[in-house]
């Protein structure tokens, strides 16, 4: 997968000596054109700076519905891009619609408003003959603000936690970065399909809810994992209505919006229609589809077209037949619950310990939910799906190594340094965000404070796995701590409990962080940093 580094900038950034631009090894800069009916007063000259040092254009336009149409804007887009010297039909233009746009013209931010003015922007520079066009969004926008049945647009996703948690051509992953020749922080972005960079412009479009671009995606377990995490909470309906809404309708007759998808989008899927049948292994299937699409989906789970693949012991064949398959969990693995030739159950494992396996099934009591089991189980298998394209091979050993055992191993040297630990890790199937995390709280990042701008109290709160009545106390901080939405340095803050006081915790916990209240504030806080 191709991973090209470029910035995306606007007249914020003053004057920008473009040769230490390119110097400083930026591939491609995407240029504010403006707003409203307006032209970005530095646009023209961004344009010839990159032009004249070899840095690839492409454009985005602020969306502002106060004082302009969307179809004014896109005109404004047009025109700009003329002004400027460039064939706004051979040019990648993207509609930036944010927060900004609400607060300025005092309407509120809905689904349908934000697809509405979106899509009307984008249909009014196709109508001017514009056919290279994009979509930037971040995660909250991606999620709850844009109907993606109605814009097939390649994504371009703000989204600052590492590899990007959705499907996009390109990622926005730092507000904050730093380029030779710019003063200031860079808003800085990694593009994945080189495609755009060329003068023919690529056919493919990106549709969250259909087929995908293979060759885009960054096949990792965390991706199908984020899929999975997102619909829990959804509820089984009564009947086949309102299958999108995660929990209206409940009921009992195996009814879902799963099943739906592969009835009515993907008919070769499977070997017939499968709404109202037991769906905990559609609820899999459909989250490795939702992750990487049709194509890549089906060679994960080793599954051919027309299968039996909703069935649990069928499925656990079709790993089998690979070689795919043993009794040592892994991050990203499917889980079955039986024996080989009778499963009955099956989920996706998201982690693991030396004691129990944390996984997210489809069809427990009725809905999508959080599961652990002790390892120690007689009735557990897994299918490795293969994330790395190579030939899997499972853990020979019966008991895997956990997170903080390879932290410790890398505390000590055993994986080297910079990008050779980087890519040792991942060759060896770790993620290595999860185990640098692991290590910064072991080496005492756990008191690194991350001061909010605001204090969080709006912010939802992970559920805690584990419960144990012997850590059931009121505790004292020993340093400034972050009190966290999850048990992980990248949760969000949502308050800072000061040095020296106390905290009450029931017994929840989740790893080392324990589940605790402090004040009028629940969240995770590391163990080390109270006594």
């Not at 489809?362 to 189980?377: D, E, I, L, P």
Request: glycine share 8%; proline share 3%; with cysteine.
């Amino acid at each position: 997968m191709a991973k090209i580094k470029g910035m995306d900038i606007s007249y914020w950034q003053g004057k920008v000596d473009f040769k230490k631009v390119a110097a400083d090894g930026i591939k491609f800069a995407v240029l504010r054109d403006g707003y409203r009916k307006t032209l970005d007063s530095r646009f023209v000259e961004y344009v010839k700076g990159c032009q004249q040092n070899g840095i690839y254009v492409m454009a985005y336009h602020f969306i502002y519905t106060d004082g302009a149409t969307p179809k004014q804007n896109a005109q404004s887009s047009y025109d700009n891009l003329k002004k400027a010297g460039l064939n706004p039909t051979k040019t990648w233009i993207a509609a930036d619609l944010e927060y900004d746009t609400w607060t300025k013209n005092g309407e509120k931010c809905t689904k349908a408003k934000c697809t509405q003015y979106t899509k009307e922007y984008l249909d009014a520079l196709k109508a001017l003959g514009c056919n290279k066009l994009f979509i930037y969004t971040n995660q909250d926008y991606y999620k709850n603000y844009y109907d993606w049945s109605q814009l097939k647009y390649p994504i371009w996703l703000a989204d600052y936690e590492g590899d990007p948690n959705y499907d996009c051509v390109m990622q926005q992953y730092s507000s904050s970065g730093k380029v030779n020749g710019i003063s200031g922080n860079v808003d800085m972005d990694w593009l994945f399909d080189e495609s755009m960079m060329k003068d023919t412009p690529t056919t493919t479009k990106t549709d969250p809810t259909t087929q995908k671009k293979e060759e885009t995606i960054a096949v990792t377990a965390d991706r199908v994992i984020a899929v999975a995490k997102a619909e829990v909470g959804y509820k089984e309906k009564a009947s086949n209505s309102n299958l999108d809404n995660k929990t209206a309708n409940a009921g009992s007759a195996n009814y879902t919006k799963y099943a739906r998808d592969f009835d009515q989008k993907y008919p070769n899927w499977y070997n017939g229609k499968k709404n109202g049948f037991a769906w905990c292994d559609m609820f899999v299937d459909w989250c490795f589809l939702t992750a990487f699409g049709y194509k890549k989906a089906l060679e994960l789970l080793c599954q051919p077209e027309k299968s039996a693949g909703a069935g649990c012991t069928y499925s656990y064949n079709y790993y089998k037949n690979k070689g795919q398959v043993g009794r040592t969990p892994k991050k990203g693995a499917q889980i079955f619950f039986g024996v080989p030739g009778d499963f009955s159950h099956t989920g996706l494992v998201y982690d693991f310990d030396n004691s129990n396996v944390y996984t997210i099934e489809g069809n427990t009591s009725g809905q999508v939910a959080y599961r652990q089991y002790s390892r120690s189980k007689s009735n557990i298998y897994y299918g490795y799906p293969n994330y790395s394209g190579a030939a899997t091979k499972p853990a020979t050993s019966t008991t895997a190594k956990t997170t903080e055992q390879i932290a410790k191993e890398v505390i000590n040297g055993k994986w080297g340094n910079g990008d050779e630990r980087k890519k040792k890790l991942e060759a060896a199937g770790y993620n290595y965000s999860t185990v640098q995390d692991k290590i910064n709280e072991l080496l005492g990042g756990g008191s690194k404070i991350v001061t909010p701008t605001t204090t969080n109290t709006n912010v939802k709160v992970d559920y805690a796995r584990s419960f144990s009545k012997s850590i059931a106390k009121t505790y004292t901080t020993t340093a400034s701590l972050n009190l966290r939405a999850g048990a992980s340095t990248s949760k969000t803050v949502i308050t800072v409990i000061p040095k020296g006081k106390k905290v009450t915790c029931y017994g929840y916990y989740t790893g080392d962080w324990y589940y605790v209240k402090y004040r009028n504030y629940t969240g995770f806080c590391s163990k080390n940093w109270l006594r």
